[in-house]
C-alpha cells in the first residue's frame, strides 16, 4: 500500500514498534553512510568527483521499507482466514483517548472497519500510546469523560505483552475481542447509545476523525465470531453486522494532509457556540 499523492501527514507514528519490526526482520533504518567517489582521469576533461552527504530517512522511506519487508503478511482483504500477523488498509479512522486504564499510562484506541471482497463486515480495534498521536488530531486536548471499560486494563496488558497474557475473566480471544469493541465504540457514552448515533463527538474521551486515510498494524488477536454466542442490537453500539475482529496496535495511521482530519474539539467548541 504505498502513498497517495506527495502531500501527506501522520496522525501517529510508533517509532519503538516500527524499530522493533524493523530489527526483527533486518531492516535498515539507519542513518545513511556519507561516501565520496572519483573517477579516473579523461584525457583532456579531467576526473570527476561525486559524493552523497549522509541522512536521516523520512518516516515516508522507513514506512516503505517496513512494508515491503513485511509483504503478503500484512492482510488488507480479509477473506484470508485468521490468524493476520499484520493488517494495512485505507479509510476512516476514530481516534479517542483509552480511558480506565490507570497508573498515569496515557493510551489511545483507534477504530476502523472495512468489507472483506466477499462483503463480510471486519472491525479492527487498535491500541496504542498517546504520545505517538499527532496534535492536529486532537492528541493534547482533553475531551469530556464519561462511561469507561472495566476490561480496559486487561486490553492493556494483553497489548503491553504482545497478544501473550490474558488473565482476566474475559479469558478466550472473542470474549475479549468484543470487549476491546466495545471500548473502541461505545466507551464514553451517556445515555443512550441512539443519541450518540454518527456524532462521535458527543462521546467522552473522543479525539478526532482521520479520513481517507492509511493505516498499518501488528495483530494480536484474529477471531471470527460464532454468530450463535454473540447477537448485537444496531442501538446497543456494535453493529450486527460485525462477524470478524482483530486487536493489535498501530504502527502509523497517515492521513493525505491535515484537511483529512476532523478535531472533535472544534467541533464541540462550534455547537457549544451557536
Known sequence: MGER?????????????????????????????????KTAAIPFIGSFEFAQEARTLTRAEVARRIEAAIGDLAVEDFVTPPPAAFAKGLGTVEVAQLAGVGGGRQGVVMHTTT???????????????LENTADYIGGADQPPSGWSSSAAPAIARFIESRGTVNNSQWDDPQSLA?????????????????????????????????????????????????????????????????????????????????????????????????
Open 115 to 129: 468489507c472483506t471482497s466477499a462483503g463480510e463486515r471486519v472491525d479492527l480495534c487498535l491500541f496504542g500510546s
Open 5 to 37: 499523492g506527495a502531500i501527506s501527514r501522520y496522525a501517529y507514528w510508533s517509532d519503538r514498534r516500527v524499530r522493533d519490526i524493523a530489527s526483527a526482520n533486518d531492516v535498515l533504518l539507519e542513518r545513511r553512510a556519507s561516501w565520496k567517489a
Open 178 to 274: 468484543v470487549e476491546a469493541l466495545k471500548i473502541a465504540v461505545e466507551q464514553g457514552i451517556t445515555g443512550r447509545w441512539a443519541e450518540h448515533a454518527d456524532k462521535p463527538w458527543t462521546r467522552g474521551f473522543t479525539l478526532g476523525q482521520a479520513r481517507e486515510s492509511e493505516w498499518f498494524a501488528e495483530i494480536y488477536s484474529d477471531v471470527v465470531l460464532d454468530q450463535e454466542r454473540w447477537s448485537f442490537r444496531a442501538d446497543d453500539g456494535i453493529s450486527p453486522e460485525v462477524s470478524r475482529i482483530l486487536v493489535g496496535a498501530p504502527l502509523w495511521l497517515r492521513t493525505p494532509g491535515v484537511q483529512a482530519a476532523t478535531r472533535y474539539r472544534d467541533v464541540r467548541r462550534a455547537l457549544n457556540g451557536r
